[in-house]
Every structure is written in structure tokens, then in C-alpha cells.
């Protein structure tokens, strides 16, 4: 499975970006799909994710209520739609699959990454 993340781009705080991951070589709708990010010197963290078992979407603390994952398995894409950004969102987002349908907040259950989309908010 291949991913290619979109989206990124420069903003002012209070802003908008959508991200997208689009998906192909495999069956996209077998897997959960999650979203995670990396500043400048920090470790990649979580930041959403979706299980591919249906519900809602889970997310780290610091991006509840601003930011929401969503797929759509028909266009083999999951989105990342992140209202209200904060200096503190600027980071490298990164899409990623996973097999599995639990504990998708570990970056290691995951199975195939994407390259990066760089999101810079501004103050």
C-alpha cells in the first residue's frame, strides 16, 4: 500500500488546512488509517485516527475539538481537517495504515507510512 499526504501549507493562527491520504495498491477499506505529526527536534506523536471497524475517530488531548479525521473507502483517501491551528500544530504530518483496528495511537501498529506534508502556523 502506497500513501501520498497533500495539504500542507503556511497559515496564520485561527486558521484552516485540510490534509488528505490517498491510498492505492491495496484494500483500503481493511485498514485503519491515522495521522501522525512531528515538530522541528520532537518525536513523531499522534495526533487522529480512524479504525477501519467504523465509529469515531480518536485523538490526542491537544487537538480534540479542533481537528477531525474522516475517510472516504470509495476514493481510497482520509482526511485531516484541522480548524483553529496554534503555533504549536506547526509540524511534518504524516498519513499511515495499520492492519490492526486497536491501539492506533502507537506509531509501531502501524504498517505503511506516507511521506510528510509540512504545516507551518504563524502567530
Known amino acids: 500500500v502506497q500513501l501520498q499526504a497533500s495539504g500542507g501549507g503556511s497559515v496564520q493562527a485561527g486558521g484552516s488546512l485540510r490534509l488528505s491520504c490517498a491510498a492505492s495498491?491495496?484494500?483500503?477499506?481493511?485498514?485503519?488509517t491515522g495521522w501522525f505529526r512531528q515538530a522541528p527536534a520532537k518525536e513523531r506523536e499522534f495526533v487522529a485516527a480512524?479504525?477501519?471497524?467504523?465509529?469515531?475517530?480518536y485523538y490526542t488531548d491537544p487537538v480534540r475539538g479542533r481537528f477531525t479525521v474522516s475517510r472516504d473507502n470509495d476514493k481510497n483517501t482520509v482526511y485531516l481537517q484541522m480548524n483553529n491551528l496554534e503555533p504549536e500544530d506547526t509540524a511534518v504530518y504524516y498519513c499511515a495504515a495499520s492492519r490492526r483496528i486497536l491501539s492506533l495511537k502507537h506509531l509501531e501498529n502501524y504498517d505503511y507510512w506516507g511521506r510528510g506534508t509540512l504545516v507551518t502556523v504563524s502567530s
Open positions: 495498491g491495496g484494500t483500503f477499506s481493511s485498514l485503519s
Open positions: 480512524m479504525s477501519s471497524s467504523g465509529g469515531g475517530g
